[in-house]
């Protein structure tokens, strides 16, 4: 599941899958990644458990669901 917080602010749940964000407008690209968090609930409490960066910040999910928070870079 993917869910549009905010332009270029997106959440990203589930398991077993990779994201790709692309431009829609001008030569076709591959979006850059701002921040990449991953995030998960104590309760109803949204907690960041760790933020990713170098060569962490691609979207793969993997067997295990994950929820990641991705801010892309405009």
Same mark, same amino acid.
């Given at each position: 599941? =993917? ?29 850059? =990644? ?32 994950? =929820? ?7």
């Amino acid at each position: 599941m =993917i869910l549009e917080l905010a332009m270029d602010d997106f959440v990203v749940v589930g398991a077993g899958f990779q994201v790709s964000f692309r431009e829609l407008e001008g030569l076709p690209r591959e979006a850059q =990644i701002l921040s990449l968090e991953e995030d998960t609930f104590d309760g109803e409490r949204w907690v960041r458990t760790r933020r990713l960066n170098g060569d962490e910040m691609h979207i793969a999910l993997p067997a295990k669901a994950r =929820i990641l928070h991705v801010r892309l870079l405009r």
